[in-house]
């Protein structure tokens, strides 16, 4: 009884090296953000009406696990410059985040995606969900906060 146990651990075992051996490698979204971005955006107020911005992001990969994001926006009468520094374990993301201007900071977590990231931001007072989905060039970056005048902010960034 022991060997069977012992063949079909064995054969199990080598069936699930078999497996992640030959399963497919996802793209890491990661890879493609380093260096600097720029482009166009709007921000969505509560009430209602819409103002376009010009952005820059710059992203800095200190080691192959954490990410930095360093983001500036202006439009006429609106202006918004975060830091979000980021540990990716996994699928799993983790971080800190932090809007210079108006002094709020907040914790990030959410999960990478074969595209970018799905995360949520929690401060004292908001909170906010944020999709970014990348590619070499382009970038897209959608956030939706909540306990703020501001409803939603959509930008897009490119590097090519």
């Known amino acids: 009884m022991t060997r069977r146990l012992a063949r079909f651990a064995a054969a199990t075992g080598l069936g699930l090296l078999a497996a992640i051996a030959i ?4 793209a890491n979204p990661m890879a493609d ?3 600097r971005w720029s482009g166009n955006g709007s921000i969505a107020s509560a009430g209602g009406s819409v ?4 952005c820059v992001a710059t992203y800095f990969q200190k080691r192959v696990d954490t990410l930095q994001q360093n983001l500036r926006c202006a439009s006429p009468r609106y202006k918004t410059e975060t830091t979000a520094d980021l540990l990716v374990r996994g699928a799993f993301v983790v971080g800190q985040w932090q809007e210079k201007i108006h002094g709020r900071t907040g914790q990030v977590s959410g999960r990478l995606t074969e595209k970018g990231f799905s995360l949520a ?3 004292d ?9 990348t590619s070499a060039c382009k970038q897209s ?4 906060p909540r ?3 501001i409803s939603r902010i959509s930008i897009g960034l ?3």
């Not at 103002?51 to 010009?54: G, H």
């Open 23 to 26: 399963a497919p490698v996802t």
């Open 121 to 123: 931001i929690m401060g």
């Open 147 to 149: 306990g703020l005048e």
């Open 51 to 54: 103002e376009q911005m010009r």
């Open 33 to 35: 953000l380093s260096g």
């Open 125 to 133: 007072s908001f909170s906010a969900a944020l999709d970014l989905t």
């Open 141 to 144: 970056i959608d956030i939706k």
């Open 158 to 160: 490119g590097k090519c």
